[in-house]
Every structure is written in C-alpha cells, then in structure tokens.
C-alpha cells in the first residue's frame, strides 16, 4: 500500500515538473517572440496589447495609425506603443480610412459606420444593415463605402446616401486616384469603376473573389 501510494506521488511529481517545464518554455517563447525582429524590420506585437482579429489598417502619419477588428476593437499606434479605444460598438469592423488625424472613419458589420474627430470615436446613420467591407475618400467630403449586396454609399461631408450600383456581388474592397477614378472590387472577379457620375463594371480577368 505505501509503494502504490508512492508510486503515485512520484508520478503526479513528474507531471507536475513536466507541466511546469512546459508553461516555463512557453512563456520563454513568447517574451523571445516579443523581441524577434526580421531583416525587414518586422517585430511581433500581436496579441499585444489584445488577441481580437484585426481586419485594417490605416495612418496619417507614423506616429498615427489606426487598425480595426472583431467586437468592435479599435487600436492606435503612437509610434512607440499600441493602445485601445472606445469604439462604442462590438461589431466587427473590416476597415478604417481617414483624410487626416482628424477625420477618420471606420466600417463594419450591420452597416456600422463611425467617425473619429481626433478625440473620439462616434456612430454614423448609415442607412443600411448591409455589411460594409471596405472605406476610402479622396477627400474629408467625398467618402466611399462598400459592401454587402453590392452595397456602395457616398458620403458627402454631411450625409451618407446610397449609390446605384452595377452588381450585387459582395464587394470588399475600394480605392481611388480622384473623386472621378474609383474602383471597387468583389466576389467572382467583380470589378467596378466610377467615373464621377456612374458606376459600371469592367471586364475581369478572373471570376476568383
């Protein structure tokens, strides 16, 4: 009976050094992680200083960057350390634009849009409960929003209002040379182009999304 019940203390022993070794080499990992940099300059800072899914990112400046994702998480970079924000929501953002310090937006799920002033973030009418994928302006009164459904809306410095759109493809990502040169992207190879009055679609080279 006293060899059994040694035998057992013996082995919970060496579980218990075993898991111990196990949580010490992984947080020895995780501190060297910590400090890898690449040859490009790379260095791990996730999931500092949180572990949600991070979906886009955007900056005014190096010392300015924005980067959105899942139950709402807003983070911004101040050129040493990454900080949370109070986004007001736990939707998912997708992605964040803005045409300074000032006046960033950022979108998401439900139709979520919201405005950051430079202190902080607020909700916008959208007017929409359609996903929104991607966000890009040529200018603090020119703002494009695209989504679900083929889902695009303009914003004009005031209002959001819906635009006509070509496709009900899911669209997920926009950008732009000027207020007249736009193109969104989507599902099966959708590519559509704005000229300022109308949007049409292009002829892709691919149905791949």
Do not use: C
């Not at 493809?169 to 732009?176: A, H, I, K, S």
């Amino acid at each position: 009976m006293r060899k059994r019940m040694m035998g057992k203390i013996l082995a919970v022993s060496m579980i218990l050094l075993i898991a111990g070794a196990l949580i010490g080499g992984l947080a020895g990992s995780a501190k060297a992680a910590d400090k890898i940099v690449s040859p490009d300059g790379w260095a791990w800072q996730n999931p500092l200083p949180q572990g949600n899914s991070l979906e886009g990112v955007w900056g005014s400046s190096s010392t300015d960057v924005f980067a959105v994702g899942a139950f709402g998480t807003i983070l911004h970079y101040d050129g040493s350390d990454w900080t949370p924000m109070a986004s007001g929501t736990t939707n998912r953002l997708y992605d964040v634009w803005g045409s300074s310090s000032t006046d960033v937006f950022a979108v998401g799920s439900d139709g979520t849009i919201l405005h950051h002033d430079g202190s902080d973030w607020s909700g916008m009418t959208s007017g929409t409960t359609n996903y929104l994928y991607g966000v890009w302006g040529s200018s603090a009164s020119d703002v494009f929003a695209v989504g679900s459904d083929g889902t695009i809306l303009h914003y004009d410095g005031s209002d959001w209002s819906g635009m006509t759109s070509p496709s009900s493809r899911w669209l997920y990502g926009v950008w732009g040379s000027s207020s007249t040169d736009v193109f969104a992207v989507g599902g099966d190879g959708t590519i559509l182009h704005y000229d300022g009055s109308d949007w049409s679609g292009m002829t892709s080279p691919t149905s791949r999304w």
